[in-house]
């Protein structure tokens, strides 16, 4: 089991790992829409937030010697059902290889967050 940390996606906000490597797997750990550069949420809609996440979780992946198309399972948070259909469209640009997923309605996620992704790879 290996670690992993990159400075191209937001550090870990809590006692966490931004991702373990064990064996050919990468586990991502849950990723919010923090632009690693400010540290901060900017966008404000769940479009441009989907997208944010995506890009952090590619750059942990890349980090990793993975990628998206390798991704194999995803478990999706998002605090309003109703911007299903718009966090759909930006999932499916990313996740052509259509891994298997959850997606769930929460309460609230960190930072006041709209979405938080969650993967599992292969390297």
């Known amino acids: 089991m290996k670690r992993l940390s990159t400075g191209k996606a937001p550090q870990a906000i809590?006692?966490?790992?931004?991702?373990?490597?064990?064996?050919?797997?990468?586990?991502?750990?849950?990723?919010?829409?923090?632009?690693?550069?400010?540290?901060?949420?900017?966008?404000?809609?769940?479009?441009?937030?989907?997208?944010?996440?995506?890009?952090?979780?590619?750059?942990?992946?890349?980090?990793?010697g993975s990628s998206l198309s390798k991704v194999v399972k995803t478990t999706c948070y998002i605090t309003n059902m109703l911007d299903f259909r718009a966090f759909n469209e930006v999932y499916a640009e990313y996740f052509t290889d259509k891994p298997a997923r959850a997606c769930v309605e929460v309460s609230k996620l960190p930072k006041n967050s709209l979405v938080e992704i969650e993967v599992i790879a292969e390297r």
């Open 14 to 64: 809590g006692p966490y790992s931004q991702a373990i490597v064990s064996g050919d797997l990468v586990f991502v750990s849950g990723q919010l829409p923090i632009n690693p550069d400010t540290g901060v949420i900017s966008a404000t809609d769940i479009t441009t937030q989907t997208e944010q996440v995506i890009k952090n979780i590619r750059a942990i992946l890349e980090e990793a």
